[in-house]
């Protein structure tokens, strides 16, 4: 096609230069004419006259050559030489003017037009380049990007500047589902959602499904205006591109109204290349998500993991230590779960958290973070919320979960409960790790309090006792075994580690009570100092009752010191004069290297020389955070080696034969 356009134009270019010579000739022969038959009669008359006479005359036809050149050739082609170096320094504005000349003025007239295709080649070249930049911009930036709903934002606005259009709307679909999961515009607000009309199931998302981009223009285009809400374009033209990835439509993108004029094949290519680009880098992004919604959401549950809670506690405190906000923490516990799981299997268990975490998240707002815990024990951060609202949360979750008809694989119905435990920052705690603490021991109240139950901090006995030293002699005062078992698990709370504690140490006493033929008053105050052997660490700061690692010997020294405050609080009540000793001296050793008095052999009291021995065992089969569990064997083991250097021998072997 090329080459027969410019053989055309070499024909065009041959005819003129004809007619140009043909006109030179024109003018030139008449006074050739004449001058020749003058000189011809001259020189039959006069050689030397004719001779004189033809040099005048030849030199008067090169002057009327020269002249009709200079106008007809020269002064044209320079006209058309300096406007082919303006043009060639790209100055595509210049035209040239060449007088009347028929030829010339046709030459200057096709001049002109070469120069008018040339810069429109030259401005539509501009305007490629241009495009292709804003493409290059548009595929650098939302390539880069990690965000799902930023690139959506991105992507529409790229959309319009393409298309240069005067709005421009993007859809991700749902990955299952005719839904859209994300719509984002550029341009134009509309006065309620629309993301329900792109739909893969509605008149614009089936524009889409077949994978094919379309190109619409007039009355087709225009009758797409009534289908969308107000504020409603009228819709000129539009350009619609799926986003196809392995024949499988995941959106598309729409370009409405083109600003300067009707759309074109190459502003459809511009957006199905961007479409392309669109396309890889939302699954790219996808799966970026995917990747990072996998290590900090629970699998099973779909609320958050243990590691991000931590993550979100962390940035909760400080967001409330630094405006002085509120927040309320829930620790939640399914009751009886182990007996549950080993009923029913693990699988129907996994069931049953999987729908406690529906219902906590149905339960709860999008600005709360509610987290597995571990096992069977949940957590729920209430921004901005107090103590009582989120009590409130707590007994919702509570009743929900309560009502729920929980199917075993038999179809039988199952009833599953769950306790909370309620505490608030900072009125309940001032740091990250006393709101932990606070909360899970509201929740071992909870608990205590027979399950199925939501316990405010502030309603704990260990909260009473924080806030009132009396209320332990109050407690003291009352020798009812319940007053007893209240107060030693006020006492247990203060560490997670010793839950339930002193139950052990008690039911454990009583086992070797029996083997020891311990009379009724005897067993008694071996009990109330199994339950309250501990009471001194009441007043120890709990960050050292739970310190991980080794004590300094400062913190050292605090521990030592609590027997001697259990003393001064059960001198308080005399009713209890009995078991003073046991509580005082159960931690001497045998060879009298123990604390508080170094008091050796039979001068410890007998009834503290038992306790020795069954606190010391239950503690060596319990957890601490300074050593790990040991076995029933090995707890065993230790006391043997142990008996005559810490523990009194013969005790130890009844000990031992009581188990």
């Known amino acids: 096609m090329q080459e027969e356009r410019q053989e055309e134009i070499y024909k065009e270019g041959r005819i003129v230069g004809l007619k140009l010579i043909r006109k030179i000739l024109g ?123 930023s690139l959506i934002d991105k992507l529409a606005r790229h959309t319009q500047n393409l298309g240069r259009s005067e709005s421009a709307i993007v859809v991700v679909f749902a990955r299952e589902g005719p839904d859209v999961e994300h719509i984002r515009t550029a341009g134009i607000e509309f006065s309620r959602p629309i993301a329900d009309l792109f739909s893969k199931e509605r008149h614009f998302g089936r524009f889409l499904l077949d994978g094919m981009s379309r190109r ?36 598309g993108i729409f370009s409405i109204n083109k600003i300067d004029g009707s759309y074109t094949q190459e502003d459809e290519d511009l957006l199905l ?42 940035e909760e405190v400080n967001r409330c230590m630094r405006y002085n906000r509120i927040f309320t923490m829930l620790m939640l516990d399914i009751d009886h779960f182990k007996s549950f799981n080993d009923s029913y299997g693990h699988r129907v268990g996994d069931a049953v958290l999987k729908t406690v975490g529906s219902i906590i998240r149905a339960e709860t707002r999008n600005v709360d973070y509610a987290a597995r815990y571990g096992g069977e024990e949940f957590s729920i951060i209430l921004p901005e919320t107090d103590s009582d609202g989120g009590y409130l949360v707590a007994e919702r979750i509570r009743t929900r979960i309560f009502e729920h008809q929980f199917i075993t694989p038999k179809g039988e119905k199952a009833l599953m409960t769950i306790s909370v435990g309620v505490a608030s920052f900072p009125v309940d705690a001032g740091n990250r790790e006393d709101i932990l603490v606070t909360s899970d021991q509201a929740l071992y109240f909870a608990k205590e309090s027979g399950r199925n139950y939501v316990c405010k901090y502030s309603q704990t006995l260990k909260s009473a006792i924080e806030g009132n030293k009396d ?189």
């Open 216 to 251: 619409l223009e007039g009355e087709e285009a225009s009758s797409l205006s009534s289908r969308l809400p107000d504020p409603s374009p009228q819709v000129r033209s539009l350009i619609s591109v799926p986003l196809v990835l392995n024949n499988v439509v995941s959106g």
């Open 27 to 149: 003018i030139f022969i008449v006074p050739a004419v004449i001058v020749v038959g003058t000189l011809a009669y001259l020189a039959a008359q006069d050689f030397v006259i004719a001779t004189i006479l033809g040099l005048v005359g030849i030199s008067i036809l090169i002057g009327i050559l020269h002249f009709s050149i200079n106008m007809m050739v020269i002064r044209p082609g320079v006209k058309i030489y300096k406007a082919s170096k303006k043009i060639a320094q790209g100055d595509y504005s210049t035209t040239i003017q060449i007088g009347d000349s028929d030829e010339m003025a046709e030459l200057g007239s096709a001049f002109n037009q070469m120069v008018s295709s040339v810069k429109a080649l030259v401005d539509a070249e501009k305007l490629r380049i241009r495009q292709l930049g804003v493409l290059n911009e548009a595929v650098m930036e939302i390539s880069t990007e990690l965000r799902l709903d």
């Open 471 to 659: 209320k332990v002699t109050e407690l003291l005062l009352d020798r009812k075994l319940e007053s007893m078992r209240a107060l030693a698990s006020a006492v247990d709370a203060k560490s997670p580690y010793t839950r339930g504690h002193s139950d052990d140490v008690a039911r454990y006493s009583m086992m070797i009570a029996v083997s020891l033929g311990l009379n009724d008053s005897e067993k008694e105050s071996l009990r109330i100092a199994s339950l309250l052997h501990d009471i001194g660490t009441v007043s120890i700061p709990s960050n050292i009752l739970n310190k991980p690692g080794p004590l300094n010997p400062e913190e050292t020294k605090i521990i030592h010191a609590h027997p001697e405050l259990a003393e001064m609080m059960l001198k308080k009540a005399p009713q209890l004069e009995s078991v003073l000793p046991a509580i005082l001296y159960h931690h001497e050793r045998y060879d009298g290297s123990g604390y508080p008095n170094g008091l050796k052999g039979e001068d410890i009291p007998y009834l503290a020389r038992i306790l020795s021995i069954v606190e010391a065992y239950a503690a060596m089969i319990s957890a601490r955070p300074y050593k790990k569990k040991m076995t029933h064997e090995e707890a065993l083991e230790e006391l043997r080696i142990n008996a005559g250097k810490q523990f009194d021998p013969e005790i130890v072997e009844a000990f031992v034969n009581a188990l």
């Open 273 to 314: 290349t961007l479409a392309l680009h669109a396309t890889t880098t939302v699954e790219k992004v996808r799966l970026h998500e995917d990747t990072e919604r996998m290590a900090i959401i629970d699998g099973l549950t779909g609320l958050y993991n243990h590691r991000e809670f931590q993550r979100r506690l962390d």
